[in-house]
C-alpha cells in the first residue's frame, strides 16, 4: 500500500516547484529522480522535509560505512538534485546538514566533512555530526575535532553533538525523523517513487501544454485551400485531433485517481487537486479556444459554400438570361408560341425558385450571427436584382407571345371554320337536293352554320394591328384572309343556286351539281369534286376515319415533340444535372432509343389540312417498308429502355420534367407510344380499306396493310430472337428472322447407333423454331418470370439446320398438323406439329420460297459452269480446224 500521506509536510513544495519548473520557460532541470533513481536508492543522502527552527531544509546523511566509497561525482549529483528541489521555490533557501556518525570512526567523520565542503552544491547553514559513541573513537573524534576546528569552521560551521537529544536544541521534534527522536515519518523507497510519478506527471502536462501550443500555432498558421473538400477534409483532421488531444489531457487528469494521490492527507490532496485544477483550467481554456475556432471553421465553410452556390446561380440567372433573349417573342404556330411560353416560365421558375433557395440560405446564415454578415446580405441584394430583371424581361416576352397565341387561336379558328363549312358542302348529296324539298333543307343547313359560324366568316384578320407585333405573320394573316374569302363566296354561290331552285318548279334535273353563272373569284382545290371516284371525294365521305387519323397522328407528333423537348433535352442542361441520377448519365440514347429519327420522320410527313390527307398517306406507301423499320429498332431497344428506367424512375429529375411539363402520366407512358402507334396504323388502314371497295387508290391501300402487317411481323420475330440464349455465334449472320412458333418435336436418326432415348420418346418435345433465311434454329422456351414490364421468355438454344441441307415432306401420316423436316438426306429427321393446319402451310411455304430460292442460285451455278465448258469447246474446236 502506498504511504505518501505521511509526506504531507513537503508535499506542496513538490507539487508547487514541478508545476512552475515545467510551465516555466525559462527554467530548467538538469537532474531528474528517474536519472539518478539508482544512486538515491543508495541513501547515503535524503531530503526528509523537515525544517529547522530558522526554517532551513534538512538534508540528512545516516550512518553509512560505506559513504567515503561512493565516487565524488555520485555525492555531487545527488546532493545537486536534494538541494534543487527546494531552491526553484525560495529565493534564499538554507540548509542543514545532519551527519550521523555515531557507529562510524573518526576519521571517516573528517573525511565527509571535506566531502561535503568540497562539494556541496547549496546554501550550507549548519553541519550538525553526531559523533561516533565508542570510547576510543569518541575520545579521537573529540581531540581531532579540536586541533582540526579552525579549519573546518573556514569553510563550513560544524557542530559536534554527543547524543540525539542535542538535536532538539536545534530541531523540534514534529521536523526529525523517528531515528533521532522525531515523529516525522519518512520512508526512502517511497519517496523516490513518488518523486519519479510526480516528475513523470509534470513532464507530461509539460507534453499536452507543448501540443496544445503546437495545435494553437498550427490553427494559426495553416492557409486554407480553395475547394471545399480540402476545406471538410482539415475541418474533419483537426477535430480528430482535438479530440485526441482531449484524451490526452482526460488521461493526465487521471491521475487523481492513481492510488499514489489517492492514499495521501488532507493537505497532500489539497495539493495534488491544486495542479489538477491547474491542468482543469488549461483544459478549459483549450475547450473554449477550440469552440471558438470551430464556429469560425464552419462559419468559413458556410460561407464558401454559400458563395459557390451564389456563384452558381448567378451563372446560371446569367445562362438563362441568354437563353430567353434567344427566345423570339413571337411565333409561326400554336405549338411553338405554347412552347416558347413554356420554355420562358421554366426559365423564370427555375431562376426564381435557385434565388430563393440561396437567399433564404443566406437569411439563416445571418439569423446565426454569421462574421461575414455583410458580404452575405449584400450577395442576397444582388441576387435578388439579378433574378428580378431576369424575370421582369421574361414577363415582358410573355405578354407579346400571349397576343401572339390568341391572334394564332383566332386565325385556326377561322381555318377550322372554313374546313368545317367545306365539310358540309362536300357531304350535301346534290342529287337529294333537286327536289324543292332537298333544296331547302340544304338551304337551312348551310344558313344553320353561317349563324352559327358567323362570328369566324366574318372575322377580318386585317383589322387586327399591322404593327411590329405581328409583321412576322402577315403571310399568314393573308392567306386566312383569302381562305374566308373563298368560303364566303362559296357559301354564297351554293345558296344561289339552291335558292333558284326553290324559285323553280319544274320537273327533276339531272344529279349534276348546278354550275355558278359567275364562277367564284378564288375556287379552292377542296370544293371541285368532278366525280364519285375522284380520291379526294374519297376521304371526305369517310372523313370520320381521316379525321382520326390527322388527330391522332398530330397529337402523336406532339407527344413524341414534349418527350423529347422535356425530358431528353433536358438531359444536356447544365441546370438539370445535379437532379440527374449517375446511373442516367449519358445514357439518353438508352433510355429514348431512336425516337428522334422516328420524331423527325413523322413531322415530315405530319398532316396540317384534312384535305391533304390523300397526300400524306400516298406519299407514305413507296417508303413504308423502308423508314418504318425504324421501329424495329426502337423495339428491339425496349428492354434496355425499360430496365434502365426502372433503376431510376423515381429520381427527382423525372419528377422535375413532368411538372414542367404537367403530364399526368410518368415518361414511360410516352416511351410505349411508339409501339403502341405502330399498331394503331394497321387499324386505321383496315378501316379505310373497309369502305373503299370501289374507290381509287384502293390497290395502294392495301399494299400498305400488307407492308403494315408484315412489318409488324417482323417486329414481333425480332423481339423474340432478341432473347436467344446460349447461341455460341452471331445470329445475324443467319439472315433475317421470316417465322418464329412454338411446335411439338419428335427426332429420328438414320444413321448410327439408335438412341434408348429416342427408342422411348412417345411424348414429343417442346421447342421454339426460328426460320432464318440461312437456317432453323431450334431452342427451348423458359418460362416467363417477373411482373408487369419485367414479365419476360427467353429461348435457350439447342441446335440448328442450314436451309441449304435441308428437305421437307409435307403430310405425316396421323395428323394433318404434322409435317416432316429430314436434313443431310435424311440423316436427321424431325417431325414437327403445328397447332393448326393453317399454321402449318404458312411455315411450308416460307420453307418453300428459301428452297426454291437456293435451287434457282444452284442452277444459275450450273448453267454458268455448263456455258463456260460450252464456250471452251467452241474454242477448242475453232484452234485446231
Known sequence: MCLLWIFFPFIFFFFFFFFFFFFSPETTIPICAKDISDDLMKEFAFLSGGRGKD??????LPDNARFNEVPEEVVSKVLTYLTSVPSQHESDTKFILILDRRLDTWTSVKTTLQKIAASFPGNLHLVMVLRPTGFFQRTFTDIGFRFSQEDFLLKLPVVMLSSVSDLLTYIDEQQLTPEFGGTLEYCHSEWVIFRTAIESFALTVKEIAQMLQSFGTELAETELPDDMYSIERILALRTEKYYQLKEDITAGLSVSACPLFANCSNPVLFLCSRLLGQLHEMETAFDGFWEKHQLKMEQYLQLWKFEQSFQEVKSAIEFLMGQQAEVPDTGDSILQVKQRLKDLAHFDGMAQVRAQVVILHGHQLAANHHYALNLICQQCNELRHHSDVLSDEIKRKQVRLQKTLDLHTRLQQALQCCDEGAYLLANQQMDKCQSKEGAQKALQDIEKFLENSSAYLNYDPQLLDQGSLFHSLQCQIQSVQVKLENVRSMFENRQSCFKKLLDKHVRPVQLVAPRPENPPR??????????KNNILFFFLYFSHVINELIETERVYVEELFTVLTGYRAEMDNPAMLILMPPVLRNRKDVLFGNMPEIYDFHNKYNIPKPYLAHRCI??????????????EKYCQNKPRSESLWRQCSESTFFQECQRKLEHKLGLDSYLLKPVQRLT????????LLKYSTSCDGVQELQEALVAMLDLLKSVNDSMHQISITGYDGDLSELGKVLMQGSFSVWTGHRKGPTKMKDLARFKPMQRHLFLYEKALVFCKKREEHGDGYDKTSSYSFKHFLKMNAVGITENVKG?????EIWYSGREEVYVVQAQTVDLKMAWLNEIRKILFKQQELIKGTFDQFLHGIHSAAELFLFSHC
Open 55 to 60: 526554517k532551513a531544509w534538512i538534508i540528512t
Open 522 to 531: 378564288s375556287k379552292s382545290p377542296l370544293f371541285s369534286p368532278k366525280h
Open 618 to 631: 400516298f406519299s407514305l406507301l413507296p417508303s413504308l417498308r423502308e423508314d418504318f423499320q425504324m421501329y
Open 680 to 687: 394503331k396504323y394497321q387499324l386505321l388502314l383496315k378501316e
Open 815 to 819: 395428323d394433318h398438323r404434322k409435317f
